[in-house]
């Protein structure tokens, strides 16, 4: 069957960045270069990603950036129906809270929320929050989180007992008559049992297709075996130009700036993340600045983003014509949605969305 591509913008709450060396975890250091996330400046780009028929915005979720409920929120009451991806951490509230608050959200804003759940982060972030439950147990814990926010999302009273939580008589003052879409990433086994049983959407970084291909085969296994079907998104930043020179071109400017030490502590602290994907990331260079053509690791797939930044990695690349068949590719893997971001936000949403988007608005095949 044939089902039409879906293409989500990412919001940064935590500001927006001109090129990978302003990508650094020192907030003072960066602020100088950072369109700050106001809610006048992430108004433009929700409208800018609304005009040009995005059909979400992603927010992130952590310590280094604004709420992502409270902002988008926020941000729902100066557009008309874009809808909004909003991460979070389920160990930071209680699943019946999170219920509650995903059907205010979706009777004030006209059913515009979908989310993103992001079991954990670094052990240090975590320690921010005050979880100290180790990777294993906060896989299980989000496990029960699911389960208890979906069956209070079905309507009447539900009760629950389990290793982290328990509810009793657990509701909700008004029905959900839209439950909203949930997205669920991860690479390690933990990952993707809890995407199998309850996700919609199983997000993955941009990795090379053979490296998807697996990824995504692993999951519907692994959902077969809960007589479930899900969707497949891909996070991906781009660097689409009119012609292939100018996107390197941009290339090596977003290079710019970046220094061979830095680079190497930061795929240091990669190769050791507590992350499965950080670590596949990490993966695809050696720890080294090259120029910009030599992070090529796959045609049209870019590593340059995942010498410094956290999370995803890389980039689609090239002309405007080049990148839409990097995203063909993976939609023929059966990837259905693209969650996509560049340098900087405002600039590279005006690229894809005039240059890109038209030659990818077909349906995709899958099956």
Same mark, same amino acid.
């Given at each position: 069957?044939?089902?039409?591509?879906?293409?989500?913008?990412?919001?940064?709450?935590?500001?927006? /960045?001109?090129?990978?060396? *302003?990508?650094?975890? *020192?907030?003072?250091?960066?602020?100088?270069?950072?369109?700050?996330?106001?809610?006048?400046?992430?108004?433009?780009?929700?409208?800018?990603?609304?005009?040009?028929?995005? @059909?979400?915005?992603?927010?992130?979720?952590?310590?280094?950036?604004?709420?992502?409920?409270?902002?988008?929120?926020?941000?729902?009451?100066?557009?008309?129906?874009?809808?909004?991806?909003? =991460?979070?951490?389920?160990?930071?509230?209680?699943?019946?809270?999170?219920?509650?608050?995903?059907?205010?959200?979706?009777?004030?804003?006209?059913?515009?929320?979908?989310?993103?759940?992001?079991?954990?982060?670094?052990?240090?972030?975590?320690?921010?929050?005050?979880?100290?439950?180790?990777?294993?147990?906060?896989?299980?814990?989000?496990?029960?989180?699911? /389960?208890?926010?979906?069956?209070?999302?079905?309507?009447?009273?539900?009760?629950?007992?389990? @290793?982290?939580?328990?509810?009793?008589?657990?509701?909700?003052?008004?029905?959900?008559? !839209?439950?909203?879409?949930?997205?669920?990433?991860?690479?390690?086994?933990?990952?993707?049992?809890? =995407?199998?049983? $309850?996700? *919609?959407? &199983?997000?993955?970084?941009? @990795?090379?297709?053979?490296?998807?291909?697996?990824?995504?085969?692993?999951?519907?296994?692994?959902? =077969?075996?809960?007589?479930? #079907?899900?969707? &497949?998104?891909?996070?991906?930043?781009?660097?689409?130009?009119?012609?292939?020179?100018?996107?390197?071109?941009?290339?090596?400017?977003?290079?710019?700036?970046?220094?061979?030490?830095?680079?190497?502590?930061?795929?240091?602290?990669?190769?050791? !993340?507590?992350?499965?994907?950080?670590?596949?990331?990490?993966?695809? /260079?050696?720890?080294?600045?090259?120029?910009?053509?030599?992070?090529?690791?796959?045609?049209?797939?870019? =590593?340059?983003? !995942?010498?410094?930044?956290?999370?995803?990695? #890389?980039?689609?690349?090239?002309?405007?014509?080049?990148?839409?068949?990097?995203?063909?590719?993976?939609?023929?893997?059966?990837?259905?949605?693209?969650?996509?971001?560049?340098?900087?936000?405002? *600039?590279?949403?005006? $690229?894809?969305?005039?240059?890109?988007?038209?030659?990818?608005?077909?349906?995709?095949?899958?099956?």
């Amino acid at each position: 069957m044939s089902e039409p591509l879906k293409f989500h913008w990412y919001l940064p709450t935590h500001g927006d /960045t001109t090129t990978i060396a *302003d990508n650094q975890s *020192d907030f003072q250091a960066r602020a100088q270069s950072h369109l700050l996330p106001t809610l006048e400046n992430l108004t433009s780009l929700v409208r800018v990603a609304e005009d040009f028929g995005f @059909e979400a915005a992603l927010t992130p979720t952590g310590s280094a950036c604004e709420d992502s409920w409270i902002a988008t929120a926020a941000l729902a009451q100066h557009s008309r129906h874009l809808k909004f991806l909003v =991460a979070f951490r389920p160990g930071v509230l209680s699943p019946v809270l999170a219920a509650q608050e995903a059907s205010t959200y979706q009777r004030f804003t006209g059913n515009r929320l979908a989310l993103n759940i992001v079991t954990g982060g670094e052990e240090a972030e975590m320690r921010r929050y005050g979880d100290h439950f180790d990777k294993a147990a906060r896989y299980r814990r989000t496990g029960e989180f699911l /389960t208890v926010l979906r069956g209070v999302w079905q309507g009447g009273e539900f009760s629950f007992a389990g @290793e982290f939580y328990t509810v009793e008589n657990a509701r909700i003052a008004y029905p959900v008559t !839209s439950v909203p879409t949930i997205y669920f990433g991860g690479s390690s086994p933990e990952a993707i049992e809890i =995407a199998a049983e $309850h996700a *919609d959407v &199983y997000l993955t970084w941009g @990795e090379p297709p053979d490296q998807v291909a697996e990824k995504i085969e692993q999951v519907r296994v692994a959902a =077969a075996r809960f007589g479930r #079907t899900l969707r &497949y998104g891909v996070r991906l930043h781009t660097v689409a130009r009119p012609d292939e020179a100018a996107a390197w071109a941009r290339a090596e400017e977003l290079l710019s700036g970046v220094t061979a030490g830095a680079v190497r502590a930061a795929h240091q602290r990669f190769v050791r !993340s507590g992350s499965e994907g950080q670590r596949r990331m990490a993966a695809l /260079t050696n720890g080294e600045l090259v120029d910009a053509r030599s992070l090529e690791v796959y045609p049209g797939l870019w =590593a340059g983003p !995942s010498l410094l930044r956290d999370g995803a990695g #890389t980039a689609a690349i090239g002309s405007y014509q080049a990148v839409a068949d990097v995203l063909r590719e993976y939609a023929a893997l059966g990837v259905t949605e693209f969650v996509l971001s560049g340098y900087p936000q405002t *600039d590279e949403i005006q $690229h894809f969305g005039a240059g890109v988007l038209p030659l990818v608005q077909e349906p995709a095949v899958v099956g």
